[in-house]
């Protein structure tokens, strides 16, 4: 059992920034990848990034590449999602989620894939104002 608890949401205006925290408790918070997601109001629920075990690797969706970064300490049990340069159309309850059973990809695109995940959290609302 892995339970996700995420932070940092809020208002912010264009071009700010935020950063969302994801404390994890549970299984050992090192053995397992985890992934950010985002639903806007209306739409469906759609990847934002993801990073390994170790933090060695990450994967971001194509339109936020460049703009926020994906984190983690393990030895804080906590993942982190830095975003800068927000923009309106980001605005979303945001998702951290664990994968606790599929083990290593090769393809780091299958880290995008939102069936990998089991737990996921409760989401923290952004809300960017232009």
């Known amino acids: 059992q892995v339970q996700l608890v995420e932070s940092g949401g809020g208002l912010v205006q264009a071009g700010g920034s935020l950063r969302l925290s994801c404390a994890a408790s549970g299984r050992t918070f090192s053995t397992y990848a985890m992934g950010w997601f985002r639903q806007a109001p209306g739409k469906e629920r759609e990847f934002v990034a993801a990073?390994?075990?170790?933090?060695?690797?990450?994967y971001y969706a194509d339109s936020v590449k460049g703009r926020f970064t994906i984190s983690r300490d393990n030895a804080k049990n906590t993942m982190y999602l830095q975003m800068n340069s927000l923009k309106p159309e980001v605005t979303a309850v945001y998702y951290c989620a664990a994968d606790t059973r599929s083990g290593v990809s090769r393809r780091l695109s299958d880290y995008g894939l939102g069936y990998r995940y089991d737990y996921w959290g409760h989401g923290t609302q952004v809300t960017v104002s232009s």
């Open positions: 990073i390994t075990w170790s933090g060695g690797n990450t």
